[in-house]
């Protein structure tokens, strides 16, 4: 059975960083391309982030030079790197698979809730 | 990026109901389209995969086509279980999704 288990979200001041982990099981994350995708409370989906099967990364230009996707390959796990956290960064966060580099996402987490707040 | 415009923002249906939600493209995107179902307090599910072929496990009773940039979802029969909200994602290029469509 494929999973996503993300983890790490939590309450952080603006300026601040924080590190999500997103766990897979039933699928080798390296031979897949894995996201994280974010959703502001009440609003819709943004893309954030993409590691491809190479190792390759894009950004959305909203979290570029702050934010970092990285994979541990022994883990099977995926992470972002959240810097400089802005209040516009508050939302659910959502690690989400493709098993192609055509971003069909066929499978998602549940979610983590990163909230920027003094 | 690519802008993805969706409507109607929201819309209220019985059950029973024949239901379309349309997604235009800001630019050409083949058939790279996707359509998402999110119920309350959960994460989305795919659906509909390259404008047109339903995601395994999906009932027969969505789909979806495409003309130009213009794509459009369909339920046949609206069921209980089919209130909720409705994304259209492009994955021709770097993703991005249109607004939501609330089906209440």
């Keep these: 059975e494929v999973l996503l288990v993300e983890s790490g979200g939590g309450l952080v001041q603006p300026g601040g960083s924080l590190r999500l982990s997103c766990a897979a099981s039933g699928f080798i994350v390296s031979d897949n391309y894995i996201s994280w995708v974010r959703q502001a409370p009440g609003k819709g989906l943004e893309w954030v982030s993409i590691i491809y099967s190479g190792g390759t990364t894009f950004y959305a230009d909203s979290v570029k030079g702050r934010f970092s996707i990285s994979r541990d390959d022994s883990k099977n796990t995926v992470y972002l790197q959240m810097n400089s956290l802005r209040v516009e960064d508050t939302a659910v966060y959502f690690c989400v698979r493709a098993p192609t580099i055509t971003t069909n996402y066929d499978y998602w987490g549940q979610g983590t809730l990163v909230t920027v707040s003094s | ?104």
């Design chain 2, 1 to 104: 990026d690519i802008q993805m415009t969706q409507s109607p923002s929201s819309l209220s249906a019985s059950i029973g109901d024949r239901v379309t939600i349309t997604c235009r493209a800001g630019q050409i995107i083949s058939n790279y389209l996707n359509w998402y179902q999110q119920r309350a307090g959960q994460a989305p599910k795919l659906l509909i995969y390259g404008a047109f072929s339903l995601h395994s496990g999906v009932p027969s009773r969505f789909s979806g086509s495409a003309s130009g940039t213009d794509f459009t979802l369909t339920i046949s029969s609206l069921q209980p279980e089919d209130f909720a909200t409705y994304y259209c994602q492009q994955a021709y290029t770097h993703p991005s999704f249109g607004g939501g469509t609330k089906v209440e």
